[in-house]
């Protein structure tokens, strides 16, 4: 039908998720997205032990977006891999975020995610830029290769990744071709938050988040451009993975931007975590109302469908 979605040959009722940390940290935030219109729900990152996190305050939003330096808290792994092996996979899809701290850690955790022989479809997550002292996978070519080898040695399913925002063509290209020498890279997800941003209250003449000295990630309306263009930027560059987008959607037009652009499914943070799951109903409404006014019938015909000049 009209919102019908595919990924990895599974079929979705609609294109729309959750940006992995965003309400999905607990059982009851996980069972309120399986509730809600999103057609399928990724857990938080998850680390081999239960991290608190960095101290609050640690997420600020502005009538433009937020900031956030989380720093990664979870329940652990095995509390996200529980969750997926009671899911009604009839229901919807469920992706496993996995961010370990090492390599080892990824390896430990995707062995025993393989070994539960759950559906949850993984996203590695190789760009969190909040945690001090560990920096961005994705930024660092000859770790993100390594890192690669080693899970697609170990892991033995198809399976996707979520990257931080590029900003140079030549990274672009280099990134692209890094995720083209494995196929079990299946689908990548562009983009994590724009990492250690600052955003400064004028009144207080302060940061608004604790920690890091205010640095943190962004997301809302400042990084759309940002992320169609990453979306893009993979979508041409890789043609047999398929590409889920994410950031700065707040409003149906913005999903059908990054449809446009070459995402396969959508992904909601900030605005999820400021309006709560009754947001997927009205993207889903208002994706379907521009879509009819446009005489589309389905997604796929709208897909990768950007005009240049
Ligand atoms: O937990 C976080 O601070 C966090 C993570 Br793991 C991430 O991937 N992206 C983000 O904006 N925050």
Redesign the pocket.
């Known amino acids: 039908s009209l919102l019908s979605a595919s990924l990895l040959g599974i079929d979705f009722a609609n294109p729309l998720l959750n940006a992995s940390?965003v309400y999905c940290r607990d059982v009851a935030e996980l069972d309120a997205l399986a509730a809600s219109a999103a057609g399928s729900l990724v857990t938080k990152?998850c680390t081999l032990l239960a991290r608190e996190?960095n101290p609050e305050p640690r997420y600020y939003a502005t009538p433009l977006g937020s900031i956030?330096?989380?720093?990664?808290?979870n329940a652990g792994y095995q509390y996200y891999l529980a969750y997926a092996q009671q899911h009604d996979y009839a229901a919807k899809p469920l992706f496993l975020s996995v961010?370990g701290l090492s390599l080892a850690d990824n390896l430990t955790m995707l062995a025993a995610i393989r070994a539960a022989d759950t559906p949850a479809i993984v996203e590695l997550?190789l760009?969190?830029?909040?945690v001090p002292g560990k920096p961005q996978i994705g930024y660092d070519f000859a770790a993100m290769t390594a890192m690669l080898e080693a899970v697609t040695q170990a892991y033995d399913r198809p399976f996707g990744v979520k990257l931080p925002p590029y900003f140079d063509i030549a990274h672009f290209d280099e990134a692209a071709a890094i995720l083209n020498r494995f196929p079990q890279v299946a689908f990548v997800t562009c983009i994590?938050?724009i990492g250690n941003a600052l955003i400064i209250d004028v009144e207080a003449e302060s940061v608004v988040i604790k920690p890091k000295d205010g640095f943190g990630?962004i997301g809302g309306d400042y990084v759309l451009p940002t992320a169609l263009a990453n979306v893009n930027a993979f979508y041409r560059r890789c043609p047999a993975k398929q590409i889920i987008g994410c950031g700065g959607v707040t409003r149906g037009e913005h999903i059908f931007m990054h449809l446009l652009a070459g995402a396969s499914l959508v992904q909601v943070g900030t605005a999820l975590y400021e309006e709560g799951p009754g947001i997927f109903a009205r993207l889903n409404d208002e994706l379907a109302e521009l879509l009819t006014r446009k005489g589309y019938r389905g997604i796929e015909e709208v897909r990768g469908k950007l005009r240049t000049l």
Not at 68 to 73: Q, R
Not at 127 to 130: E, I, L
Request: glycine residues 22%; proline residues 11%; hydrophobic residues 15%.
């Open positions: 940390g990152s996190g956030n330096s989380m720093g990664l808290p961010a997550n760009s969190c830029p909040n994590n938050s990630g």
